[in-house]
């Protein structure tokens, strides 16, 4: 089958033939119907050898979506033909977070070797993936798992950050979200369904802040020297109830810091690097920051449900694997519209 491999250090990654797996007892193989594009894959692809952790080769995609093809012996309550969504975040199962549906903060997973799929373990960039348990799987019924998809990640990881601020969150409040790409234009649609904040979103070009208005932003502000100000102003001095930071650069993160109001909440999720002094002074009476990763399996139900519902849905462009190095570079430019989508099998 063809796969998309990161194979070599600082290279692009590249479409590769391999065999196709074998489901083991109790693992499930899935025909890919769709996988997507993350800025954290850049991320690792551009790690310096001594810090990268993930193998090579590296079967790209930790969003994945396909057709259940194949069981494993001994797995139950799953049908050859199910559609269905990978929940990435993979856990040991048994430790108390992954007891409670949180494998995203499995504290067993480090010493025991588990990894997500495309972040370790072969991800979704292939025509067939291999799941290790079926618990990692959630049904999708009649979504379309091309459209949804990036709900695995690009959906889940925003639902899971802005859930924990929605207290903060009601009539007459303001959040900010920092960078309107793959996971921030689902964060803002996130935010006017389940929240009465008034959406105050950045970035950096007219056709960002384009999309995020026509996602639901009330406001959309160019993200620059001037934005603390213009936050400022829009919420008559106090700052924002909750500031949600999908990049994580440097400048990001001291605009986070410099505008969320007293008793405000900072959420870091972009993993740029960027560091935020907190200290007694450094930031408004009472703020909380926080850096959250992904999100649980119910939460990832929750999410599925609201594509369902309607009140979510993500902007997506498509690529074959053959286009999947171009995919990147489209993503490295900035110049990817909402999420892109690969689709292995056409
Ligand atoms: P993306 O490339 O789709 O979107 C990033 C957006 O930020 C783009 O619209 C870009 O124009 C904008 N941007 C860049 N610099 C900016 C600046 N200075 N100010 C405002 N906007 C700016 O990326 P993505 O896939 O949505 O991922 C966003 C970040 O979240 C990445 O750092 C990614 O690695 C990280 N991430 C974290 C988690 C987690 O669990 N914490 C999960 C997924 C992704
Ligand atoms: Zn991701
Ligand atoms: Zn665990």
């Excluded at 993350?38 to 396909?66: I, R």
């Excluded at 993160?253 to 200290?279: R, Y």
């Amino acid at each position: 089958m063809k796969a998309l491999q990161y194979t070599t250090i600082g290279k692009a990654p590249e479409v590769v033939d391999i065999p196709i797996p074998t489901p083991g007892p109790g693992q499930v193989l899935l025909k890919v119907t769709a996988a997507g594009v993350c800025h954290s894959d850049e991320f690792v692809m551009g790690l310096p050898e001594d810090q990268y952790t993930y193998g090579l080769p590296l079967t790209l995609g930790h969003e994945g979506a396909g057709i259940v093809h194949e069981l494993g012996e001994g797995v139950e309550h799953l049908s050859v033909g199910d559609a269905v969504a990978v929940y990435g975040p993979w856990g040991c199962g048994r430790c108390h977070n992954c007891s409670e549906g949180k494998e995203n903060y499995c504290t067993n997973a480090q010493a025991e070797g588990i990894m997500p799929p495309g972040l370790g373990a072969p991800g979704s960039m292939a025509e067939y993936m291999l799941i290790d348990d079926p618990r990692h799987l959630v049904p999708l019924g009649d979504l379309d798992p091309v459209k949804n998809v990036s709900l695995t990640d690009a959906g889940l990881t925003p639902y899971h950050a802005i859930k924990r601020s929605l207290p903060k969150l009601g009539a007459g409040t303001f959040a900010v979200v920092i960078g309107t790409g793959g996971l921030g234009h689902v964060g803002i649609q996130i935010l006017r369904a389940l929240s009465g904040a008034t959406v105050i979103a950045l970035d950096v070009n007219d056709e960002k802040l384009e999309l995020a208005k026509k996602v639901g932003a009330h406001h959309a502000i160019l993200s620059d020297k001037n934005a603390v100000a213009a936050i400022k102003d829009l919420t008559g001095g106090l700052g924002a109830n909750a500031v949600f930071d999908f990049v994580g650069v440097q400048p990001t993160v001291e605009i986070a810091g410099a505008s969320v109001a007293i008793e405000g909440d900072v959420t870091i999720v972009g993993i740029g690097g960027g560091m935020l002094p907190v200290g007694f002074g450094a930031i408004a009476y009472d703020a909380a920051v926080r850096t959250p990763y992904w999100g649980s399996r119910a939460e990832l139900i929750e999410v599925l449900d609201m594509a369902r519902a309607g009140q979510i849905s993500v902007e997506i462009e498509t690529f074959g694997l053959d286009e999947g190095p171009a995919a990147y570079e489209r993503l490295h430019e900035g110049s990817i519209r909402g999420r892109a989508v690969i689709l292995p099998n056409g």
